[in-house]
């Protein structure tokens, strides 16, 4: 079952994609640039390992609307709070949201089969870390990367942005 998000947006909608941040576990709190440049976004979406609530009170401080799903990672009040799959439509683009599991050789496979009867036309996911925004048999896979991994070759968050019959995505290295 997917849920219909209604913004009052003709010029179409703008997203900003996050995943991984393990707050406080590797950063004590969401980079202040990605902070910064979500204050121009609509909605914001967490692809789950956020750690614990406060990282979401703090894309809640600059963002109304955010989605979230829980990770493998994340506290119990997390689980409790959030599902671990979302699915829901924005301007006719049906959206899949997971942070997926297993193995990172795994992930697209899993990811795959989570959502293959969905008919979603973008799957955001996050766990491997692993910036990635590719086109898949006609479905967008988009994979921010961690924000915070201090092993990770970059650190990156995402922005996608949505008109009605068009999809903009991508990867922001800081």
């Given amino acids: 079952m997917s849920r219909m998000m209604d913004f009052d947006n003709s010029k179409g909608i703008k997203i900003g994609v996050i995943s991984d941040?393990?707050?406080?576990?590797?950063?004590?709190?969401?980079?202040?640039?990605?902070?910064?440049?979500?204050k121009n976004v609509d909605l914001i979406i967490h692809a789950g390992d956020s750690v614990n609530l406060a990282?979401?009170?703090e894309l809640?401080?600059?963002?109304p609307k955010v989605i979230v799903v829980a990770g493998n990672m994340d506290?119990?009040?997390?689980?409790k709070k959030f599902p671990a799959k979302q699915v829901f439509e924005i301007l006719s683009h049906r959206i899949g949201?997971?942070?997926?599991?297993?193995?990172?050789?795994?992930l697209l496979e899993v990811l795959k089969d989570a959502f293959k009867t969905d008919g979603c036309k973008i799957i955001i996911f996050g766990h491997s870390h692993k910036p990635m925004n590719e086109?898949?048999?006609?479905?967008?896979f988009f994979n921010p990367g961690s924000a915070t991994d201090p092993g990770s070759e970059c650190n990156s968050y995402g922005?996608?942005?949505l008109k009605k019959n068009k999809i903009e995505a991508k990867i922001i290295k800081i």
């Fill in 60 to 63: 809640n401080s600059v963002c």
């Fill in 55 to 57: 990282a979401i009170e």
């Fill in 21 to 38: 941040t393990h707050i406080p576990d590797r950063c004590a709190h969401i980079p202040a640039v990605i902070l910064g440049a979500f």
């Fill in 97 to 106: 949201l997971m942070h997926g599991c297993g193995a990172p050789a795994n």
């Fill in 75 to 79: 506290q119990e009040a997390v689980r």
């Fill in 135 to 140: 086109y898949i048999e006609g479905v967008l």
């Fill in 159 to 161: 922005v996608i942005e």
